[in-house]
């Protein structure tokens, strides 16, 4: 079972950052879907040449947010539903705020709005695949 995150030795972010960055996008495009089986921490960290505490800091992370599970004994899953905050004003504002800074990375990179976009959504296509 081989899962569609890479991790970049020369990008500056910390490495559990990435995985967790990885996971989630995976998710988001439909990479990984809801009920599908994560590899063992110690599978995972041999795949993506990491320490096996980071991908264990990292499954324990998102599995206290929901959007993991695991069964002990049988392996970790992906959430059969994204968890939602108890407040949509406060999710609506969380994702303002990721938009901005998509945007604003986006512009530091050379990008315009409508290139960001057209980018994000070719990206969302390529997930559906």
Do not use: C, W
């Amino acid at each position: 079972m081989t899962v569609p995150i890479s991790i970049d030795a020369s990008d500056r972010t910390p490495i559990y950052a990435q995985l967790e960055r990885g996971i989630r996008v995976a998710i988001a495009t439909g990479r990984l879907r809801p009920g599908d089986q994560l590899p063992t921490v110690r599978q995972l960290a041999v795949d993506l040449r990491v320490n096996a505490n980071t991908v264990a800091r990292v499954y324990v992370t998102l599995e206290r947010e929901g959007v993991l599970v695991t069964q002990r004994g049988v392996g970790t899953f992906i959430a059969d539903s994204v968890p939602k905050s108890a407040h949509a004003g406060h999710r609506e504002r969380r994702l303002h705020a990721h938009i901005d800074r998509f945007l604003t990375d986006s512009a530091a990179l050379g990008y315009s709005p409508r290139e960001a976009v057209k980018e994000l959504t070719r990206r969302l296509k390529e997930g559906e695949n």
